[in-house]
């Protein structure tokens, strides 16, 4: 039997670190023709990687996917400019490219993997009309409102927002299935007048951090353990405001930072302006692979979002590789990270910004007995289990895919 072709859009790829790797190559695995159309890997440095560029290595077929890499200006520094030329650069080139394809290559499905910006999906719109195929689209961020969030001018962010909210009904209108990685999208998909199939598909630890550990106490300090992009809608800010709390309290607390971002370089700077480096590691990026030897390094894992609505709901991917991994977990969030947190019984959290609760938590953990922190994390291993796993989460996947493809 012939193999059914699957189209998979998104804005990174292998080996930026998305979840949308596991997707393509399990995808090939199980007999499926996958091609990927993404762009020039530059995230999270914000240029292109080693061995890549806008006209340099293309094209590759990595475990049976044909990938196909589009031109697009890099990310650079992280500026407002460097962002819209990187989308648009990549917006651009990619409704070029699925001209180009819609007419010469037949596909019978397409996977629109919605990380931001969400007009990735209208190109994949364009390709669908023209072959009479269907979207799936698994849904990772909220818009408008991840635009509208950092208008201040009311007048623009009401004209803005109005305008936005056109383009994103539209592609509610459009797509076939919808993916979504946190339960608060339900009501915000139907406020956009979706009204067809909406599959919970939450994002999953990688095998790795699955892998038998010994998480034991380590060591004179207590590490708390701080992992993954460092932006402004990590609330980096209040993290630093807490990470100089705690450490005023108590020099035995230590802060343990690995990833990359745009805030990167002003917290290396806060740490040095207030001298504190010996209770502040900045290990940087690294590949995922390493992350468990980090992971292990930790008595506490923490999360932090900035204050707004779309944050709230959403759940930050690295919660589960946190879960997973058997860490106890320290929140300042909002929302359903907040409530997984609490419901599963594996740390303690406050609400966004509220750094000095956020470090009274720390004090409080830290004062723990080790028999109490395994237990949360116990806690958290069993939830992930129950809820997040990759296995359960891929059923949910196959299902829809055979749902449009067989019936």
């Known amino acids: 039997m012939e193999k059914k072709k699957i189209i998979i859009i998104t804005n990174y790829f292998y080996p930026e670190n998305f979840k949308i790797n596991d997707i393509a190559f399990d995808l090939s695995t199980n007999n499926y023709d996958v091609t990927v159309v993404t762009g020039v890997p530059n995230y999270p440095a914000g240029k292109f990687y080693d061995g890549y560029g806008f006209c340099k ?39 070029i490219y699925c001209f180009y394809i819609s007419f010469f290559k037949k596909f019978d499905l397409i996977f629109v993997h919605h990380v931001s910006p969400i007009f990735v999906a209208l190109p994949a719109i364009f390709l669908k009309k023209i072959q009479k195929i269907k979207i799936i689209f698994w849904n990772l961020d909220l818009w408008p409102e991840a635009v509208t969030h950092y208008i201040r001018n009311l007048f ?56 038998p550990k010994k998480n034991k106490k380590i060591g004179k300090y207590f590490n708390l353990m701080f992992a993954g992009n460092i932006g402004k809608g990590q609330d980096i800010e209040n993290l630093f405001n807490a990470i100089k709390e705690t450490i005023s309290l108590d020099r035995k607390i230590r802060w343990l930072i690995v990833g990359d971002g745009r805030m990167l370089n002003w917290l290396k700077s806060k740490v040095e302006k207030h001298k504190i480096q010996g ?96 237990r949360m994390g116990s806690n958290a291993n069993k939830y992930y289990l129950d809820k997040f796993s990759k296995e359960k989460t891929f059923k949910k996947l196959y299902s829809e895919i055979n749902k449009i493809l067989w019936n």
């Open 57 to 95: 290595n293309n094209h590759e077929i990595l475990n049976n996917v044909k990938i196909h890499r589009i031109p697009q200006i890099p990310r650079g520094n992280g500026s407002k400019l460097r962002l819209v030329l990187n989308y648009i650069s990549y917006l651009i080139s990619l409704f």
């Open 156 to 211: 623009f962010k009401k004209i803005i927002g109005y305008v936005l909210k056109i383009v994103v009904k539209f592609i509610y209108q459009n797509i076939d299935v919808l993916l979504i990685s946190s339960k608060s999208f339900k009501n915000h998909a139907k406020s956009m007048g979706y009204t067809k199939d909406v599959i919970f598909f939450p994002n999953w630890a990688e095998d790795l951090f699955l892998k």
């Open 279 to 374: 209770n502040v590691i900045i290990y940087g990026s690294n590949p995922l692979n390493k992350m468990p030897e980090f992971y292990k390094k930790a008595d506490a894992m923490v999360i932090t979002l900035a204050k707004g609505s779309a944050y709230a709901k959403t759940i930050p991917a690295k919660l589960q590789s946190y879960m997973a991994f058997e860490k106890p977990i320290l929140g300042m969030i909002d929302g359903e990270a907040a409530s997984i947190i609490n419901e599963s019984q594996c740390g303690y959290c406050v609400k966004s910004g509220e750094y000095k609760s956020f470090s009274n938590n720390i004090i409080k953990i830290k004062a723990l007995k080790y028999s109490q922190l395994k």
